[in-house]
């Protein structure tokens, strides 16, 4: 402890003589003094880069006093090229002037949130997007922001990925790519596995939790996530990244871009492959995109045409690891085997496989395989000093299937007869099947904005149109008898999202202002055709809502103040609810969100603490079961609420030690719950519902705290040391707060190395590594549970979904 202690102090006198001879920059709007955050400054004479942190500043270590020059860019504003006569322990001050010329940020206006929104939002800049992308799905490099939660199938980050914001699943995640709306319309799911290395393509990123301002695509239940991807870059460039790491994980990309051509077009691209083995037996995944775009821009005019996209081919790890043989309980895993119905084979699979890495699927080509393409146009002109308009077209494309082996399936199911084989009558066999998703997403987003004086307006819409064919295939090969491409089953489903806003914000005071926004939503959803099951899938269902969003914020002082919120949102059910609630139609949700916020920032730091109160009427939550195809299953409850506190602050010791932390404090709970189970009777010949009430319990998969801490250290120029900590506490697999199906809390470190090299002959070479789950803790992140009773006996079975111990990635990046 003695020697702890000793180094501990000995740092401390090194950083603040450090300190005290570094060159500090505060970055602000030359108008209104507020800091620029994530604003990049080129020290001309060294061609070295900084970024200002959440404070506005920046530092530059060993800078000999004297004359130099430095370039500050800014989206939105005026280049500024300034020259200083350093002194140590000055600070100097950049202004910048806003720039008239229109900037790719004018896209994203109507769902952004900015300073003056009284709102609670989180801004990831691209140079903390860099630093955590090795390749990880998005979930992944957002892991550290407040009051969210991600989960891995595959168990290392790559493949399917999940994430949670304040204990809401992606279904009620709104998620838009440069204003258009990127869930799946029908089960409004995010699947970030079909746009692999997204993240390299992005500018930014803005969580809002809550209501938020999300306009287009479904309204957000739980929070929005607004993807900026990347805009105009004044100089020809192109980067090449490189990253390997444990379970065979490789990451293999190129970007480049033309610069501002004849000042006025540009054109950017990037190619990106990844490759996983996963940390669950059997979880690969292949996976491709690409990014490109070109752009036009005028003082007055910006037009921007993108195309970008993915393609997956994933081994399916959805099922999860039964808590029997995370438990090596041998008795307990012939009950999972009678529980599952599994033979021979499925059950040596279970007893012969590792306690953590289980996958149940050995069929070597059980995979899901699908790609995604996305093209975009977006027009913006400035009509008016004050009045700028901007209109967007989008089509989406998606086309994959999933291949799966299934045992001993009765023909019945598939619509088919029974077969005579060498004069046997045969009802059932083992087969291979295909289940397909063919689908189209188009549509537009318009917006005019009009800014004068102390009045800021936006008034705009969008229309959006749904159309996907699905359907299954016995291959030609598994059934006697079958002709190839045998269609078992086909529906359509079509839907239409249309709505219109105006939202306002009027600076009332030199302290106050006031924000309104007023949105009508239609949505109409139609499917027909026989669904999986064999049964006929209709559905006729339009929904209308109106959701209007009310605050205010007060500047207390310089940097400070305070706001609040009310937002009413209301939520149509998705297809799989419609699918897994035959015989009864799901409720549309309603939700009243109420949202009180403080921000304080200083030169060294940044705080916002946020209330936060989600009323919910009829909101459909996750049983804890799963269906045919790994999808929750969901239900109507009829009262719930969702209520916690979120501090975030970052701390800038020294120009040497940050500290970015966050965490929430929360209750999620049910007023009244009913849980179905079914009882099979003494002999299984019987069929009966068992409802068991449970009063005030905890909504599933909604931890009552959530932390996150990224302690940087900076030992030298260009160098980087970070450790980030999440914890993140008890959750539960169902609605009944039941011990025995939980998810055990988990504190899970890694560490971060980052070195920039900027020689000569290239721009920069960078060095990355990144060691996960560094105290290699053995925990789960997701799982489900169901149960039923029969024999005179209740059984119960619980899946989790473990994560890998320690495991690293490295990255080398070179950019010309």
């Known amino acids: 402890m003695l020697n702890m202690l000793k180094v501990a102090a000995l740092l401390l006198v090194l950083t603040t003589s450090a300190y005290a001879q570094s060159f500090r920059g505060l970055v602000r709007d030359g108008k209104t003094k507020q800091v620029l955050i994530g604003a990049t400054i080129q020290l001309q004479e060294s061609k070295r880069y900084f970024v200002t942190n959440e404070q506005g500043y920046f530092w530059v270590d060993k800078l000999l006093e004297g004359q130099h020059t430095f370039v500050v860019k800014f989206l939105g504003y005026e280049d500024l090229t300034k020259t200083v006569v350093y002194k140590i322990g000055n600070t100097e001050v950049f202004d910048l002037k806003e720039s008239f010329v229109l900037t790719d940020e004018v896209v994203i206006r109507s769902t952004r949130a900015d300073e003056n929104s009284p709102t609670t939002f989180t801004n990831i800049d691209k140079a903390t997007l860099e630093k955590q992308n090795f390749g990880q799905d998005m979930p992944f490099v957002l892991n550290w922001t407040p009051s969210l939660v991600t989960t891995s ?100 990309t190129l970007g480049f871009g033309t610069g501002l051509l004849k000042n006025k077009f540009s054109f950017d691209g990037r190619l990106s492959q990844i490759l996983s083995d996963g940390f669950i037996d059997r979880a690969s995944s292949d996976l491709k995109s690409y990014y490109f775009s070109g752009a036009y821009y005028a003082d007055k005019t910006i037009i921007r045409a993108l195309a970008f996209g993915g393609k997956e081919r994933t081994y399916q790890s959805w099922y999860g690891v039964p808590e029997s043989r995370l438990n090596n309980d041998a008795d307990a895993m012939e009950t999972t085997v009678s529980n599952e119905g599994w033979n021979t084979a499925q059950r040596a699979n279970l007893f012969n496989s590792n306690s953590r890495t289980f996958n149940p ?12 393409y996305h093209h975009q146009l977006h027009v913006s002109q400035q009509l008016s000093p004050a009045l700028t308009g901007n ?36 009802e059932s066999s083992d087969l291979i099947r295909r289940r397909w998703l063919d689908n189209h ?52 489903g079509d839907k239409h999202d249309f709505n219109s806003f105006i939202k ?43 959701n209007p969003k009310a605050g205010v914020q007060v500047s207390l002082r310089d940097r400070e103040l305070v706001y609040a919120s009310f937002a009413i949102a209301n939520k149509e059910p998705v297809r799989n609810d419609f699918i897994d609630n035959l015989g009864s139609t799901p409720k549309y949700e309603n939700l009243q969100n109420v949202e009180l916020g403080y921000r304080y920032a200083n030169d060294k730091l940044a705080l916002n603490v946020n209330y936060y109160y989600m009323n919910y009427r009829d909101q459909l939550v996750l049983t804890g079961a799963l269906n045919d195809v790994g999808a929750n299953i969901r239900t109507n409850v009829d009262r719930s609420y969702r209520t916690g506190i979120e501090f975030e602050f970052g701390y800038q010791l020294s120009n040497k030690f940050r500290w970015n932390a966050n965490a929430t404090f929360s209750q999620n709970k049910i007023r009244d719950f009913n849980e179905v189970l079914y009882d099979y009777g003494v002999n ?14 905890d909504i599933s998969f909604s931890p009552s705290v959530i932390a996150g801490s990224v302690f940087s250290y900076a030992p030298f120029a260009n160098a980087e040391v970070s450790l980030l900590t999440k914890y993140v506490g008890k959750q539960y697999l169902d609605n009944t707060s039941n011990e025995q199906r939980s998810i055990d809390a988990f504190l899970v470190n890694d560490i971060r190395f980052t070195y920039t090299w900027r020689p000569s002959f290239v721009r920069e070479i960078g060095f990355s590594l990144l060691i996960n789950n560094l105290l290699n803790e053995e925990y789960e992140s997701n799982g489900y549970t169901y149960g039923y009773s029969g024999g005179g006996q209740a059984f119960r079975e619980n899946y989790y979904y473990p994560q890998a111990g320690t495991n690293f990635l490295a990255m080398l990046s070179i950019k010309l």
């Open 153 to 252: 199938d595959a168990g290392a980050g790559v493949g399917y990925t999940g994430v949670r914001i304040r204990g809401s699943d992606a279904t009620r995640i709104n998620v838009t790519i440069n204003g258009i709306p990127y869930n799946d319309s029908e089960s409004q799911g995010t699947f970030w596995v079909n746009l692999p290395d997204i993240a390299s393509s992005t500018q930014s990123v803005q969580i809002q939790r809550g209501v938020g301002t999300s306009t287009n695509g479904g309204s957000a239940f739980g929070a929005s996530i607004n993807l900026e991807t990347n805009g105009k870059q004044e100089a020809a460039h192109a980067e090449l990244l490189n990253s390997f790491g444990s379970f065979g994980t490789r990451r293999h």
């Open 361 to 372: 699927y050995t069929y070597e080509n059980q995979v899901d395989d699908y790609a995604q």
């Open 391 to 426: 209109i967007s077209l989008h089509y989406t494309r998606g086309k994959g299937f999933y291949e799966e082996f299934r045992y001993n399936e009765d023909f019945e199911d598939y619509g088919l007869s029974p077969t005579i084989v060498n004069g046997n009558t045969v």
């Open 441 to 492: 997403f188009y549509g537009a987003t318009y917006s005019l904005s009009y800014d004068v004086d102390r009045l800021s307006l936006v008034w705009g819409g969008a229309w959006n149109r749904y159309v996907g064919d699905h359907f299954g295939e016995i291959l030609s090969s598994a059934v006697p008898n079958v002709s190839a491409g045998y269609r078992y089953y086909f529906n359509i």
């Open 504 to 546: 306002t914000n009027y600076e009332v005071t030199d302290k106050v202002n006031a924000y309104i926004d007023l949105q009508y939503r239609g949505v109409s959803y139609k499917t027909s055709g026989k669904e999986n099951d064999q049964f006929d899938f209709v559905v006729d269902e339009d929904f209308n809502f109106f």
């Open 684 to 697: 299984f010949d019987e069929y009966n519902e068992v409802v068991n009430t449970y009063e005030n319990t």
